[in-house]
Each structure stands twice: as C-alpha cells, then as structure tokens.
C-alpha cells in the first residue's frame, strides 16, 4: 500500500510539473514578444494576469458547480491539461497578435483551474498524518514548472544563444502538458481518504468563508498572494535588470530568474515537514517573516547584483514554502465532503487578488524605480501572520497537523 501510495503521488506531482510549465510560458519570453509584438507596459503585465484572470474565472465556475467534488478528479485533472497546452500551442501556431495572445492566455488559466485544486484534493486522497509534506510537494512541483520556462529561455538547447525563437518555448510547454495530461488520465488514481461524491450544493463555496477558522486559514492565504505572483512575474525582470546594467550577460540574468523561483520547490517540500511535525500555523508565520523581509530590502540591492541574487533566493525559497499549508489547512478544517471546492475557492480569491500587485508593479516601476517597488508587498505577509496567530489561538486549530497546529 505505501508503494502504491507513493507512486502515484510521485506520478501525480510530476504531471502537474509539467502542466504548470503553461503558467509563465509566455513571461519568460516576454522581451521576444515585447520585440515581436512591440508591447506596451500594460500589454506586458496582461500576458501574465490573464492567466491569474482566466484562473480566477475557472475557478470560481468549479467551485459555484462543485466539479472538483462530483467529477472524477484525474479526469478532470487530464481533460484540464489537454485544453491548456491546446490554447498555448495555439500562439505560436496562429501568431494572433497580442488581443489574441491574451485571450488564449486567459483561455490557458481557466483550463489550469481543473488542474491545481484537483490536484491537491487527489493528494489529500492519499496522505493524513503527512498531508503537508503531500501537499508541499505538488506544490513545489508546480513551482519548479512554473519556473521552467526561463529555463528554457535561457539555456541553449535549441539555438546559439538559448531559446531565443519564442515559438520554441511555447511549443516544448505545450508538448509538456499533453505528457502531463498521458499521465494524470492513464496511470494516477485516488487514494483511500477520498471522501465520496458530494451531492451539488452551491452555498458550500460561501459556506468556507462564513466558518472562522477556514476564513483565518484564507486570510493567511490571501496575504501571502498579495506578494507571491507579483514576485514571481516581475522578480526575473528585475534581476535581468540588474544584470544587464552590470553588463552580465543576458543568459546569467535569465538563469538567476529561473533559480528564484525554482528554489521555491525544495522550500515547499522541507515546509511541508516541517509543518507536519512542528505544526501548520508555526512554519506558516517564519515563511512569512522571512518574504516580507526579503521584500523590505530587495529593490535596495538593484546596484549588486550578485547579492541581490543571494536575497532574491532566500527570497524564492521562503515566498512559496508556507502556500501548501494554508492548502493543509483548509483541507483539515473543512467538510470531508467538499475538499475540492474549498480548496477551489482559496485559489481563486488568491489568485484575483494577484491581478492587484502584477499590474501596480510596471507603472510604479516607472515612477519609484526598482528600489523602492517590491515595497508594496510587503502588507501582504504582515496580514498573513496576523491571521495565523489569530487561527493559532482557536481550538479547531487542534484539527490541524496532528494536533501540531
């Protein structure tokens, strides 16, 4: 049984590594399209919120129908990834200009809507007393995805130079997220703590934010996205900045992108056990007090960048290492029944409220300049670790890890 267990976590956490890899497919190569296209600041910041937008949509359409719950989740999982890679295959294939790169990517985040909450409901399905090491390492799988394109984009592994034809990075994501959907569809199955089919009730979604402690569980959420996508969209453009005014190559400052997110995936997993065995809220406040710091002094550093770098990845590994547990938590404090819509709407609130900090950085860019922007998120984990010692104090807390909190 622990075999079977860990094999189809193990299959399930790299299919949506490479169904995630859609995410910033189009921001990694966002300087090429900003040529091709010849893309505006708002243009540019709306490659990237219109996926958070098409997310937010398809996430909320799930949770108000309750698929996650009612729907077999690795087929909807599947299904889910096939759409995606369809739509961003679909840029490149058709050139359809930015009006038309938008609404596909809009199109690319309602498909990953049906891959991310299923996706943490299947992990759930197999894991009790280690759900946060379960859950932390999807998640960091999905992280380590998300960074993968700039990756891509920087390594040459299909011209001189790196990727530098913006098709080819579209494509390869693309071809990745049909792998990811084989996988999901053919080999991953649900685990024994999968709770039955939930009968549809669409007050359930609003149910999750009248129950305190769920609410709590959100609110640490919600403050941890207000900083984490704005620092993953705009992080690798200010470390190329960075670089290239320094006169460091293209390729270094597009791989140190890649590693401020990426080393997000190893914080997921080592959170995760940590949080099962010194609790959920404990891991969740550190985490937070670590981004919000490295936030506070980032922008600072513009003028050295090889310290910068240094920040930017203790930065990259603490952003993301407490998102699988706000997820834990959710998933310990709620109905049985209704996991996926739960989780559904967590994402989706977190998710809009991303669209806030991503499209304020480019214009205050323009006008406070780099030092001073990342500011801005810095309310973000100050809220986060108001709600967790708040939900740290409740008794249902005890459901929590164990009983670890």
């Not at 009968?199 to 009248?210: E, I, V």
């Not at 960075?242 to 959170?271: K, P």
Request: glycine residues 10%.
């Amino acid at each position: 049984m622990l075999s079977n267990k860990w094999r189809n976590i193990a299959l399930l956490a790299f299919a949506e590594l490479l169904a995630m890899t859609l995410w910033f497919s189009a921001t990694a190569v966002l300087p090429q399209l900003t040529t091709h296209w010849q893309l505006d600041g708002a243009g540019k910041a709306w490659m990237t919120m219109s996926v958070q937008l098409g997310f937010v949509a398809g996430a909320l359409v799930s949770a108000m129908l309750n698929l996650a719950d009612r729907m077999d989740a690795r087929r909807l999982v599947a299904l889910s990834c096939f759409l995606g890679a369809l739509c961003t295959a679909a840029i490149p294939a058709l050139d359809p200009g930015p009006n038309g790169a938008i609404a596909l990517r809009l199109l690319t985040g309602v498909a990953l809507a049906g891959v991310y909450p299923p996706g943490m409901k299947l992990i759930a399905s197999w894991c009790r007393v280690d759900r946060g090491f379960g859950i932390g390492l999807l998640v960091g799988a999905l992280t380590f995805g998300s960074a993968f394109p700039h990756f891509l984009n920087a390594v040459p592994l299909f011209g001189d130079g790196g990727m530098p034809e913006w098709r080819a990075v579209l494509y390869t994501t693309s071809g990745f997220a049909l792998v990811g959907a084989l996988i999901t569809g053919v080999y991953v199955r649900a685990g024994p703590e999968l709770a039955g089919s939930a009968p549809f009730d669409w007050r359930f979604a609003l149910k999750t934010l009248s129950h305190r402690p769920t609410r709590l569980a959100n609110f640490g959420y919600l403050g941890h996205m207000w900083e984490l996508y704005a620092m993953w969209a705009w992080a690798p453009v200010f470390l190329l900045a960075a670089y290239e005014r320094a006169g460091f190559s293209v390729e270094s400052g597009r791989l140190a992108g890649f590693s401020v997110i990426a080393v997000g995936a190893i914080g997921c997993v080592l959170a995760g056990v940590w949080a099962d065995r010194l609790g959920r809220t404990k891991i969740a406040i550190v985490s937070l007090a670590i981004s919000g710091g490295c936030a506070l002094v980032a922008g600072f550093l513009f003028s050295h960048p090889i310290l910068l770098t240094i920040v930017c990845l203790i930065w990259g590994f603490a952003v993301v290492a407490d998102s699988a547990q706000f997820s834990a938590a959710v998933s310990e404090l709620t109905d049985p029944r209704y996991v996926g819509t739960a989780l559904t709407i967590q994402t989706s609130l977190g998710f809009l409220l991303t669209l806030v900090t991503i499209r304020l950085i480019p214009p205050l860019v323009e006008t406070l300049g780099w030092d001073k922007v990342f500011l801005l998120l810095v309310p973000g984990p100050v809220f986060g670790i108001w709600s967790m010692v708040k939900l740290r104090g409740l008794p249902e807390a005890e459901r929590m890890a164990s009983g670890s909190r």
